[in-house]
């Protein structure tokens, strides 16, 4: 546990009505900006669709605002029938910095009455041009930086974040209502980034789309394990590979990875099963069928295939590069070693034994990553 300071308290999901925060149950408009909410955007176009998505079904008026250039995720068009306002801006060069003139003209127009705005991720335009407007229509803002502020990721690309840290992100988050970690390790981030400028933090982990996930019902469990996710140099994928090969029995069991290639391409010889991006029902498929599920991350600030596999009663192991402590055993050294000992050890359990293990954990998954609850701790 993080110890609470005066500058940046560490707030828990059940401390928000005892905090200095107005929170009602009042209807307000909420807006939601990011630079993408697209298919092939991860964990955070999910985070943010199904928040968008819990709030208007509450009754919120919400408003969802993202950049095009690739298909958008499937949950935006949940949205649109919920009522959610979508709307999407022409993307614009400088690509990569996602900058759009069409958001630089129009912003003000989905601002001016708003009750909040949530900002997601950092070293991006509409992170920088939405504070920036929401300071001078004083509308409060929040940031979820999901894992920016990580040190081993702003490594990459270093030399433009640290002109970005130093011109815009810095002085924006800085002046935040609050931030969003989802967990205490995203929170120590924070904390040694902004010193003593930080603002608020408030510990609220992401969530599960509990209609979609439970209205799968239970498949066929089969000998496979299962990697989900982006196929990025972070996630660890060589480690799983040279864990996979170092395993003495792995007779009848099978390794399936499934994701969209971020930066690392699998060779023929991986010995893999390789599947395209899996969403929706076909994603939750895949979760209730597989034996167990791996994430091999060397950095990650919440994970939530883990709290989907454990949604699922699908066993899991995890690296300590994300903040699972409460896998026990099972949250083990960012190595091919640790990993392939795991691994071995679950293999030879009965799939009764692997419940048994797990039981404590599957059955606080559904509290836990509840979205509804989740966005209702997220209102300001």
Known sequence: ??????????????????????????????VHLVAGCWANG?????????????????????????LDGEAEHPLVEVCRQA??????FHRSAPVRLFFSWDLFRHLDAYMRDAWHLYLYSCWTFPVWWGAFRARCLRVPYSVAPQGCLDPVRRAFGRVRKRIAWALFDRYLLARAAWLHAT????????????GNVCPPIRLIPNGVDDAL????????????????????PL?????LLEAWRRLENKDGWELVIAGPDDGVALSDESQVRQLPPCYGV???????????????????????????????????????????????????????????????????????????????????????????????????
Request: charged residues 20%; hydrophobic residues 50%.
């Open 282 to 380: 076909a994603k939750v498929r895949l979760l209730k069928s597989a034996a167990l599920v791996v994430l091999p991350t060397r950095s990650e600030n919440f994970g939530i295939i883990v709290a989907e596999a454990l949604w699922c009663r699908t066993p899991v192991i995890c690296t300590k590069g994300a903040p699972w402590a409460c896998l026990g055993e099972w949250w083990v050294d960012i190595s091919a070693e640790a990993l392939a000992t795991a691994l071995q050890k679950l293999m030879t359990m009965t799939p009764v034994e692997r419940e048994i293990s797990f039981a404590e954990r599957f059955a606080a998954a559904p509290v836990d990553y509840n979205w509804h609850t989740i966005a209702e701790q997220l209102l300001p």
């Open 1 to 30: 546990m993080l110890p609470v300071c005066e500058v940046t308290p560490i707030l828990k999901p059940n401390d928000f009505l005892m905090a200095d925060y107005t929170h009602s149950t009042e209807a307000k408009r909420l």
């Open 183 to 194: 967990a205490e390790t995203e929170a120590t981030w924070m904390r040694a980034a902004l």
């Open 83 to 88: 009522g959610v306002e979508v709307r999407i």
């Open 42 to 66: 991860g964990g955070l176009s999910e985070l943010v669709a199904a928040t968008a998505l819990a709030q208007a079904q509450a009754g919120h008026a919400v408003t969802l605002l993202f």
């Open 235 to 239: 996630k660890g994928l060589d480690l």
């Open 213 to 232: 996930f439970d209205g799968v019902p239970p498949q066929p469990r089969t000998q496979t394990v299962l990697y989900l996710g982006r196929l990025h």
